[in-house]
């Protein structure tokens, strides 16, 4: 069964830091583009952390710029999304999606085939 997992949510403090790990299960993620999103009650699910389709910078949305960092272990089969510098506008649902490179358009547009399960990240003192 393919499938995305993801661990590394939880409850931090304003100013702190999570790591994000989106770990492929039942294939592996060579051929695919992996995004971070995320989503808080009552707003639709945006694209925070995206790999560039062209070799490029990755995207990174506006308010994340500069705390968030994703990166990827192809060894490890995961992506990583690094996040510093909390704050509790941070607090959502994190959510880790891979589309075929083929699929992906850049800026976190594209057709996803697999999505995580969800992680809950809370920042609040």
């Known amino acids: 069964q393919r499938q995305l997992v993801e661990s590394g949510g939880g409850l931090a403090q304003p100013g702190g830091s999570l790591r994000l790990s989106c770990t492929a299960s039942?294939?592996?993620?060579?051929?695919?583009?992996i995004a971070w999103f995320r989503q808080t009650p009552g707003e639709e699910r945006e694209g925070i952390a995206c790999?560039?389709?062209?070799?490029?910078?990755?995207y990174y949305k506006d308010s994340v710029k500069g705390r968030f960092t994703i990166s990827r272990d192809n060894a490890e089969n995961t992506v990583y999304l690094q996040m510093d510098n909390l704050k509790p506008e941070d607090t959502a649902v994190y959510y880790c999606a891979a589309a075929n490179s083929a699929w992906y358009h850049g800026s976190c547009g594209g057709s996803y085939s697999f999505w995580g399960q969800g992680t809950q990240v809370t920042i609040s003192s």
């Open positions: 039942g294939f592996t993620l060579e051929s695919f583009v």
């Open positions: 790999p560039s389709n062209s070799g490029g910078s990755p």
